[in-house]
């Protein structure tokens, strides 16, 4: 099993940044796949990035350049840090690992872009 817990979302103003945690517990070595994903409101949950253990990172054409995932493995941490903010980025977002053939997901974190 793998348990996923989110952190650092919050209120940012467009154009300001944040930097969202997921934190696993197991190694983030030993999974095959971990992403982020979010949901708007009345909208179906979209995947933003995803790694693949070993590999370098792929984003969603709507993030690519103002998203990036960062790794801290001694800490089974992973990092979604996310800048230059808009009002449509606004949602849930969540961490998602994929390992032994099950899905798993953490809580959510929300993200409000707004002035």
């Not at 996923?4 to 930097?19: I, K």
């Not at 790694?51 to 800490?75: H, N, Q």
């Not at 949602?91 to 993200?111: K, R, S």
Request: hydrophobic share 35%; aromatic share 8%; with cysteine.
């Amino acid at each position: 099993q793998v348990q996923l817990v989110e952190s650092g979302g919050g209120l940012v103003q467009p154009g300001g940044s944040l930097r969202l945690s997921c934190v696993a517990s197991r190694s983030i070595l030993s999974v095959a796949f971990m992403g982020w994903y979010r949901q708007a409101p009345g909208k179906e949950r979209e995947v933003v990035a995803l790694i693949r253990s070993g590999t370098s990172p792929t984003y969603a054409e709507s993030v690519k350049a103002r998203l990036t995932i960062s790794r801290d493995y001694a800490k089974n941490t992973e990092y979604l840090q996310m800048s230059s903010l808009k009002p449509k980025d606004t949602a849930v977002y969540y961490c998602n690992a994929q390992h032994l053939n099950q899905n798993y997901w953490g809580q959510g974190t929300q993200v409000t872009v707004s002035s």
